[in-house]
């Protein structure tokens, strides 16, 4: 048996939950997200818990039992916590910065690289080299940056580029003269 699937889920103080026919609804103190999950997965609302079950043991069923609960535990944690992830931008002249709503990026080009926020995403430049994506749907988050890091991924051999701030780059040797 799923032993993530298994556990409930805690509502914290201030989350309220609606569920119809496998669409939940969460709303937090940080906001609301829905989504509308398998059909054949069970969820229910039990005395403060959420709990999931799976309707058979077949393959796919045990497979959805564990991803449905962290989906609907990943839901509660960012209407209370929220999520965030950081990026810093390594290289001489790269730099970040931060223009209304625009995400402004020196990445070497011949131009600056313009991003526009999505919706329900802060992304906050507290220096020059260092990026910070916030938001409620965690999916969003590292979803907006990737995209970021996509625009100038880190290179092996200087590390120049955009790394997630945890991100280790395997470094390469150079070229050896004769």
Avoid at 6 to 11: C, K, L, V
Avoid at 67 to 75: H, I, K, P, W
């Amino acid at each position: 048996m799923s032993r993530i699937g298994r556990s409930p889920i805690e509502i914290p103080q201030g989350v309220d939950i609606k569920i119809e026919n496998n669409h939940v609804t969460v709303k937090g103190p940080n906001g609301t997200l829905d989504k509308q999950l398998h059909r054949d997965m069970i969820i229910k609302l039990e005395d403060g818990k959420v709990i999931v079950t799976r309707p058979s043991e077949i393959k796919m069923h045990k497979s959805l039992h564990g991803l449905t609960r962290t989906l609907v535990a990943n839901m509660v944690e960012g209407v209370t916590k929220g999520f965030q992830k950081s990026l810093d931008v390594n290289g001489v002249g790269y730099r970040a910065q931060k223009q209304g709503k625009k995400l402004v990026l020196n990445l070497g080009y011949s131009h600056p690289v313009e991003m526009e926020e999505p919706e329900g995403i802060s992304v906050e430049v507290p220096s020059n080299n260092k990026i910070i994506v916030k938001g409620i749907d965690k999916q969003a988050v590292g979803e907006f940056a990737a995209k970021i890091r996509t625009k100038r991924p880190p290179e092996p051999y200087k590390g120049k580029g955009i790394k997630y701030e945890n991100e280790v780059i395997r470094r390469k040797e150079g070229k050896t003269g004769k």
